[in-house]
């Protein structure tokens, strides 16, 4: 028999729903609907609106999750910096902060900085340690979804293996859900800015190149974390560049941040990351733009296999060169290289989110563990 965690959970997929309406789609009585749902609003994760009248002219009041019962801890590290944030369980960031630890720093040095300002931003949003139910950390690299740890992670020196969850719990005495950055800005954006959306692919164009993959509202993760990496796909015809896993001509040694920052200094053109080139893609260099739009051709082939393979309604493309001529180019290469029933529905757009998607998407993704039917039925359901 469906539990409050259950009912909590359509009205979570709904928005909201009338006791009437939740009746109907569990076809549980009236008493035990009630008991349900008094139950979640004792507990505050339900809240009720005002009351309205429906067509028989009977007053009703609508049900819904209760956004500002606890807090959320999200933190994602990235290749040259980490964003800590506080949000709600909708996943509205509340205050957010970056600081200096970036994945090459390590785990020991990154974690402790994440504990340190998490702890700084709950009271600084005006909460309290005990309003936080859990915490949600991205990494730039696989995340096996068994042992939540990296798994052979090509740019994480010193992160195979680590104990992220287990450390970080320790430090802050809540729920820790690691997952991969693009994984988390995909989910992100498919909840936040294309909710119907069946099959999303969201593609990260920074210092290196990943993808996150969301199907049928949830991450697709692959067997031990691996899925979309396609940053370490081999090219032909690119043999001699040496890639950051150790590898030659991977796509990310070709036409990432990276790649095209040292292509832009073998023209005499200074330039270290992929900041670098944005910044010149801003001042309106020719040489940047034409690189960047090259690039977006390479990346474009590859991410052709993509769409052929998941038949996305979205890429979206996002990461610090998700600009327009990186974008151009991508589609320059796909749409020859795909049937036109691949692209037929096919949306090729900029992140809606920017930097804030993977901190949306991990919050929401720890809501989903936290609330799930299955936890709300254990905390409520008398033993």
């Known amino acids: 028999m469906p539990g409050p965690g259950d009912v909590l959970a359509l009205v979570r ?24 749902i008094d139950a979640l609003l004792d507990s505050g994760l339900l809240v009720e609106g005002d009351a309205h009248r429906n067509s028989a002219g009977r007053p009703s009041r609508r049900l819904h999750f209760h956004t500002d019962h606890a807090r959320i801890l999200v933190a994602s ?45 709950v009271e600084r949003s005006g909460a309290s340690r005990a309003d936080v139910s859990a915490c949600g950390v991205s990494v730039p690299g696989p995340i096996d979804p068994d042992t939540r740890r990296p798994n052979e992670p090509p740019i994480m020196p010193g992160w195979d293996g680590f104990p992220i969850a287990e450390r970080l ?41 990943g993808s996150g993959i969301v199907l049928g509202g949830g991450i697709y993760r692959g067997t031990d974390g691996g899925s979309g990496d396609i940053g370490h796909i081999k090219l032909a015809g690119h043999g001699g560049e040496m890639c950051l896993c150790g590898a030659t001509g991977c796509l990310a040694s070709i036409a990432s941040g990276r790649a095209l920052a040292r292509q832009l200094t073998e023209i005499g053109k200074t330039a270290d990351s992929a900041t670098d ?57 796909l749409y020859p290289r795909s049937l036109p029933r691949a692209t037929r529905n096919l949306q090729i757009v900029p992140s809606q989110l920017g930097p804030d998607a993977a901190l949306i998407g991990l919050s929401l993704l720890a809501v989903d563990e936290e609330y799930s039917s299955d936890a709300v039925n254990a905390l409520l359901t008398p033993a």
């Open 13 to 36: 997929a709904h928005g909201s729903l009338t006791r009437g309406e939740v009746r109907e789609l569990t076809g549980l009585s009236r008493m035990t609907v009630s008991t349900r």
């Open 77 to 121: 590290v990235d290749t040259t910096h980490t964003t800590v944030g506080v949000t709600d369980l909708a996943g509205r960031i509340l205050v957010e902060e970056r600081i200096a630890p970036a994945v090459s720093d390590g785990p020991e040095a990154t974690l402790d900085a994440i504990a340190q300002t998490a702890t700084r931003l």
């Open 169 to 209: 719990q320790d430090r802050l005495g809540v729920a820790i859900h690691v997952s991969n950055d693009a994984d988390a800005a995909a989910l992100g954006e498919q909840r936040r800015v294309y909710p119907p959306s069946r099959s999303l692919c969201f593609v990260k164009i920074d210092t290196g190149i």
């Open 277 to 333: 080139v944005r910044r010149a893609l801003n001042a309106g260099d020719p040489d940047a733009a034409r690189l960047t739009q090259d690039a977006g051709r390479v990346i474009g082939e590859v991410l052709a296999t993509v769409v052929s393979v998941l038949n996305p309604t979205q890429l979206v493309l996002g990461g610090t060169l998700a600009v327009a001529p990186m974008i151009a180019g991508v589609r320059e290469a």
